[in-house]
């Protein structure tokens, strides 16, 4: 019998070249494209609208070593709109894609301040992309944190981020309930975009709470990193390619505001953690190159200077007040404690000169910085035995403050009112110049830098702290000559405490003055109640 010659030819596939290069329209169906322009005519036949030919990006040169665990694409609305098909897949409705636009362009700025990172131009745009409960929650804080329109009116609005603030809080929730957990750092920037909203809002505690459970998580989570660096910090993330700087960065700074407000945590805690990034501190460079490293080593000094504070306060059984000098007799172990603090500060200020003496033109990232150098200089003073410190010892460091409080707040350059700053340190540098110290003419300086444009930075709400100060002034100042330069010790309101109501939306101020009764000088209680701005 003949063979037939096919028999036992393996059959090939006839190979057919793949174009990348349809239209936008097609790529999302799936299908061929005939890749005419400006539209394609397979579009056209079945009555579809073509969106056109996206423009080839140049290819970046590569590297090697592993890639960043990011979402793929980055999108940026200010450089391009979105595709009807993209927008489909990430939008329910144009009302979700304008405020998340808003928050590009508008909110994002806004929140960084005077330190652009990437954390809130690319990664929790990244981020948002790929998760839905991070874009939820992205669109709310654009939808809140910016002055209402003609076409959007302030209530609607803030009902429309309420609610996608509870879909990305449900989301979340779900989430946590599946086998496969959330990625940490989506858990992270869910707790940092939730502490925001609940800042912005007035929820102290809750924003608090949140900040906390996201340190705790990012704790959690170095500690099991531990093989890879002998000491864990905030400076250097042990696996930049999981959790980036920009992230531990950010909590860091949160935790300082957090502990300035609320922090119920143990003795144990604050004393274990006065030693945190002891590492990072020892190796600090002689010369920061960059605000952002200068400004990495001040969040870290600062965290240990809480800590440490944290730590001296409950060991005086809570007797470390903000007005009361003589509860400062600490023993030989926490004065120690104290100067290995300024040390630090001190180390870091020569390292700062470089930036700082950039010039007149000098940007006002350094100058917050500097704010914030000051101002943890003025509470070392403070801490220190003695009535003196809270009159005329200080007054040159105080000017400072002031001074280059005004020079950040100017507006010359045209930026927005108001607003929402994650970080800065201007209002806790003016509180400090207005509540714990007695210098007259500063804290009315003070007083009105805060109520002249009020915002809000990090914990803090400008308008609440100017009106408080605006108080306390009133009060110590009734019956004081204008050249007196100082508030009289016995003119000092006593007790002074500020209470947040959240449910009624107010602040409530209380303090014991000295008066002149029927039968001599006397104890009487102020109170004074702050209704919020929003």
């Known amino acids: 019998m003949t063979q037939d010659p096919k028999a036992g030819?393996?059959?090939?596939?006839?190979?057919?070249?793949?174009?990348?290069?349809?239209?936008?329209?097609?790529?999302?169906?799936?299908?061929?494209?005939?890749?005419?322009?400006?539209?394609?005519?397979?579009?056209?036949?079945?009555?579809?609208?073509?969106?056109?030919?996206?423009?080839?990006?140049?290819?970046?040169?590569?590297?090697?070593?592993p890639k960043p665990l990011l979402p793929k694409g980055h999108f940026n609305s200010r450089t391009q709109p979105l595709s009807s098909a993209l927008f489909r897949q990430l939008f329910r409705n144009e009302q979700e894609y304008r405020y998340f636009n808003i928050f590009c362009t508008q909110t994002a700025p806004r929140i960084s301040g005077h330190f652009s990172t990437k954390l809130w131009q690319t990664l929790i745009l990244q981020t948002s992309q790929a998760e839905a409960l991070i874009r939820h929650a992205v669109i709310a804080l654009g939808a809140l944190i910016n002055k209402p329109t003609s076409s959007s009116p302030s209530l609607s609005r803030r009902q429309f981020a309420f609610h996608q603030y509870h879909l990305s809080i449900s989301l979340l929730r779900s989430q946590m309930l599946r086998p496969q957990p959330t990625h940490l750092r989506t858990t992270l920037l869910a707790c940092l975009l939730f502490a925001i909203f609940e800042t912005y809002n007035g929820y102290i505690s809750s924003a608090t709470t949140q900040i906390y459970s996201g340190v705790r998580l990012l704790s959690d989570w170095q500690s099991t990193q531990i093989h890879l660096t002998t000491k864990i910090s905030s400076i250097k993330s042990p696996r930049p390619l999981v959790i980036e700087d920009e992230l531990i960065h950010a909590f860091s700074e949160l935790e300082t505001?957090?502990?300035?407000?609320?922090?119920?945590?143990?003795?144990?805690?604050?004393?274990?953690?006065?030693?945190?990034?002891?590492?990072?501190?020892?190796?600090?460079?002689?010369?920061?190159?960059?605000?952002?490293?200068?400004?990495?080593?001040?969040?870290?000094?600062g965290q240990r200077a809480l800590h440490l504070t944290a730590w001296m306060k409950q060991k005086s059984n809570g007797a470390l007040g903000l007005r009361s000098p003589e509860v400062f007799q600490m023993r030989k172990e926490t004065e120690e404690a104290a100067m290995r603090m300024g040390m630090e500060y001190d180390r870091w200020e020569r390292a700062f000169e470089k930036l700082w003496r950039g010039g007149v033109g000098v940007e006002k990232g350094v100058l917050a910085l500097r704010i914030q150098l000051l101002t943890a200089y003025a509470w070392r003073n403070a801490m220190q035995v003695g009535e003196g410190v809270f009159y005329g010892d200080n007054t040159e460091l105080l000017t400072e403050i002031v001074e280059l409080a005004k020079r950040v707040r100017d507006n010359s350059e045209g930026e927005p009112d108001g607003g929402f700053g994650f970080e800065g340190g201007l209002i806790t540098g003016l509180r400090t110049v207005g509540f714990v110290f007695r210098h007259r003419r500063l804290k009315r300086e003070a007083m009105k830098l805060l109520l002249e444009r009020p915002w809000k930075e990090g914990l803090w709400d400008s308008y609440v702290v100017g009106k408080a100060l605006e108080w306390l002034i009133d009060l110590e100042d009734e019956g004081v000559d204008d050249d007196v330069e100082h508030v009289p010790e016995e003119k000092v309101l006593k007790d002074f405490t500020m209470s947040q109501d959240e449910a009624g939306r107010r602040t409530v101020l209380s303090g014991l003055q000295v008066v002149q009764g029927p039968d001599g000088e006397e104890m009487r209680r102020r109170e004074l109640v702050i209704l919020w701005l929003v």
Do not use: W
């Open 9 to 65: 030819t393996k059959h090939r596939r006839t190979v057919i070249s793949r174009s990348r290069n349809g239209c936008i329209t097609c790529k999302h169906r799936k299908v061929r494209c005939d890749e005419t322009t400006p539209s394609c005519k397979r579009c056209e036949k079945f009555g579809i609208k073509c969106d056109g030919y996206s423009k080839p990006c140049p290819k970046a040169p590569t590297t090697a070593g």
């Open 257 to 301: 505001e957090a502990m300035c407000r609320h922090d119920e945590r143990s003795a144990e805690l604050h004393e274990a953690y006065r030693y945190y990034g002891q590492m990072s501190i020892d190796t600090m460079p002689a010369s920061f190159q960059d605000l952002k490293e200068a400004r990495a080593y001040l969040i870290l000094i």
